[in-house]
T-cell receptor, first 114, second 112 residues
Framework: DGGITQSPKYLFRKEGQNVTLSCEQN?????MYWYRQDPGQGLRLIYY???????QKGDIAEGYSVSREKKESFPLTVTSAQKNPTAFYLC?????????????FGPGTRLTVL | SQQGEEDPQALSIQEGENATMNCSYK?????LQWYRQNSGRGLVHLIL?????REKHSGRLRVTLDTSKKSSSLLITASRAADTASYFC????????????FGAGTRLFVKA
């Protein structure tokens, strides 16, 4: 089955720690995205990548980092510089960047800072 | 500020009734999309309407787009309890499509 997976489903972090959220897709999509969702809110774009070895900051990139070494993978690191990281994180992909492509979403990772 | 804003924020209806959700946006767009999110899950794409289209149907879903008013509506006919979810509109905000901007969503609750 083709799809997009995220792991872990739940993640707990102590203050001051960096954590990495995994996102993998086997849809052969070029573009991948990371969003943050806070309770009762919409999605805010953290980072996106249109092609391997290239990525751009979204609207709330501070305190986060990404890499895109493989087409299938787009991991997100939440660093200790992110002051309020508790949120629901969603990864998505599209065939290619462009105005007429739907985004396919993973199931999400819920991060809680203890 | 967010490009898309949904109205109402929350909607509660009886099974069998129609549900209408509205979305307003601020800048010109190439397309507008509607997504659905069940609690604690990822989003699922429902329908995409291009800026040169005025209405689109998919099963029990009907989407309209009025670019002169910068607004869209999503109608779900004959709602079912399984339609209970949050619904988001999203636009490309004339960014060339590389960024999709989501609204805050409408929370729909369908009572059986």
């Amino acid at each position: 089955d083709g799809g997009i997976t995220q792991s872990p489903k739940y993640l707990f972090r102590k203050e001051g720690q960096n954590v990495t959220l995994s996102c993998e897709q086997n849809l052969n999509h070029d573009a991948m995205y990371w969003y943050r969702q806070d309770p009762g809110q919409g999605l805010r774009l953290i980072y996106y990548s249109q092609i391997v070895n290239d990525f751009q900051k979204g609207d709330i990139a501070e305190g986060y980092s990404v890499s895109r070494e493989k087409k299938e993978s787009f991991p997100l690191t939440v660093t200790s510089a992110q002051k309020n990281p508790t949120a629901f994180y969603l990864c998505a992909s599209t065939i290619a960047g462009g105005p007429y492509n739907e985004q396919f979403f993973g199931p999400g990772t819920r991060l809680t800072v203890l | 500020s967010q490009q898309g804003e949904e109205d109402p924020q929350a909607l509660s209806i009886q099974e069998g009734e129609n549900a209408t959700m509205n979305c307003s946006y601020k800048t010109s767009i190439n397309n507008l999309q509607w997504y659905r999110q069940n609690s604690g899950r990822g989003l699922v794409h429902l329908i995409l309407i291009r800026s040169n289209e005025r209405e689109k149907h998919s099963g029990r879903l009907r989407v309209t787009l009025d670019t002169s008013k910068k607004s869209s509506s999503l109608l779900i006919t004959a709602s079912r309890a399984a339609d209970t979810a949050s619904y988001f509109c999203a636009t490309d905000a004339d960014t060339g499509g590389f960024k999709t901007i989501f609204g805050a969503g409408t929370r729909l609750f369908v009572k059986a």
